[in-house]
């Protein structure tokens, strides 16, 4: 059986050495090579990388998103096609499959669990799923060592706040704007703010997320938070044609701008 890299263990120990964090992310069956755009971005100096499972209706995400997860389940991408593509996929840090709750639930909560952990993804981000309602997925991502990451966003109450930390394994995501993912020119006054909120309740490492666009986005991020969640920026090079190696040249720039704070 595959060992799975504890995440938050794995984050903590970075951001505790000084690093500011770094997770990009890629989407599952997107082309024949999203698995060494993967590779590229594991080398380029990612932290840990998050794997979008494509889904019909992705709610929460942007134009870009939207293109790349259409494109790869217009390729046959499915669920299990994509974890299976995973397996025995050794780039040295954390993977975090980021879903919908309509995929975990088809495919059962335990089963889904096992099977991230079978093929060694440490975490799964499902963000439609309500705290309140997470009992059942939290309870078999626990039981197969999954770390269930949950989102924190600018209007969340101060006492949720609080709770969605105390649930939350891996790390809190933070969303630095109310709305969907995508690129944006500036980066949100609100995310600084969440970032604060967020470190002022948990030493779990916090990830700033939504809108992180650019290098100097990144580093304006990470002023008050550990890092940064990097996803449509990525996948818009993926989609006007980037190789692997010019997707992890541009997380190195990110990489590169976080290093030098």
Same mark, same amino acid.
């Given at each position: ?10 984050? $903590? ?12 992310? !890629?989407? /599952? ?5 999203? !698995? ?10 990612? *932290? ?9 209706? =992705? ?11 259409? #494109? ?8 299990? /096609?994509?974890?299976?593509? @995973?397996? +025995?996929?050794? !780039? ?11 995929? !975990? &639930? #088809?495919? /059962?909560?335990?089963? &889904?669990? #096992? ?7 440490? /975490? ?18 626990? +039981? ?12 969340? =109450? +101060? *006492? ?6 105390? $649930?939350? $394994?891996? &790390? ?11 690129? $944006? ?11 604060? #909120? ?11 997320? &939504?809108? @992180? ?16 969640? @990097? ?8 989609? +006007?044609?980037?190789? =692997? ?17």
């Amino acid at each position: 059986m595959t060992t799975l890299i504890d995440l938050e263990a794995h984050l $903590r120990a970075r951001r505790d050495a000084g690093q500011k964090l770094l997770v990009p992310y !890629v989407t /599952g069956g997107l082309g024949s090579n999203w !698995v060494n755009v993967l590779r590229a971005m594991a080398a380029a100096g990612a *932290d840990a990388i998050e794997i979008g499972i494509p889904f019909s209706d =992705p709610v929460m995400d942007g134009p870009t998103i939207q293109e790349a997860s259409q #494109r790869a389940l217009d390729l046959g991408a499915t669920p299990l /096609g994509i974890l299976a593509q @995973v397996a +025995d996929l050794d !780039v040295g840090v954390p993977l975090v499959a980021m879903t919908y709750y309509n995929i !975990v &639930f #088809r495919t /059962g909560h335990r089963r &889904f669990a #096992r099977t991230l952990a079978d093929v060694g993804v440490s /975490g799964a981000i499902v963000p439609d799923i309500p705290l309140e309602e997470s009992l059942d997925w939290t309870r078999a991502a626990d +039981d197969a060592g999954i770390a269930t990451v949950l989102l924190a966003s600018p209007v969340t =109450p +101060d *006492d949720r706040l609080v709770r969605i930390c105390e $649930r939350s $394994r891996g &790390f809190v995501y933070g969303v630095s704007l109310m709305g969907i993912t995508g690129e $944006r020119a500036s980066l949100a006054e609100s995310a600084g703010v969440m970032a604060k #909120r967020l470190k002022a309740v948990t030493d779990k490492p916090v990830l700033l997320g &939504f809108g @992180v666009s650019s290098a100097q986005h990144a580093v304006e991020a990470a002023r008050q938070a550990d890092g940064v969640v @990097v996803a449509s920026a990525l996948m818009r090079r993926v989609l +006007d044609g980037g190789t =692997p190696e010019q997707v992890g040249a541009l997380v190195g720039e990110l990489r590169a701008a976080l290093d030098g704070m």
